[in-house]
């Protein structure tokens, strides 16, 4: 009932930028936390970014000062301006969202998550 979709992965140089967008649709009645999660080959999920719905923002170490959160509410989008980008930030980027969304007339709370975009950084 809630779907995430993602966009602007791809293929840069090291130094280079991307800029990622999350946008939800589907039955939602709210959301709350959003955020940006990762995956490279052979590690676990980790956490990169994420952003309350007041605006407030937590980053993992390996990225404070180079990405940027940030959300627009009214269009249900979170995003992730990455620059000065590493190869060692190669990976599929996840979005998620926690959130409240209608289900049989009836309000349930989630955790939906996006495809995955790949991003490839070349040394």
């Known amino acids: 009932q809630v779907q995430l979709v993602e966009s602007g992965g791809g293929l840069v140089q090291a130094g280079g930028s991307l800029r990622l967008s999350c946008a939800a649709s589907?039955?939602?009645?709210?959301?709350?936390?959003m955020g940006w999660y990762r995956q490279a080959p052979g590690k676990q999920r980790e956490l990169v970014a994420t952003?309350?719905?007041?605006?407030?923002?937590n980053y993992a170490n390996s990225v404070k000062g180079r990405f940027t959160i940030s959300r627009d509410n009214a269009k249900n989008t979170v995003y992730l301006q990455m620059n000065s980008l590493k190869p060692e930030d190669t990976a599929v980027y996840y979005c998620n969202a926690r959130l409240l969304y209608y289900s049989a007339q009836v309000v349930r709370s989630g955790d939906s998550w996006g495809q995955g975009t790949q991003v490839t950084v070349s040394s």
């Open positions: 589907g039955n939602i009645f709210s959301i709350n936390d």
């Open positions: 952003i309350t719905s007041g605006g407030s923002t």
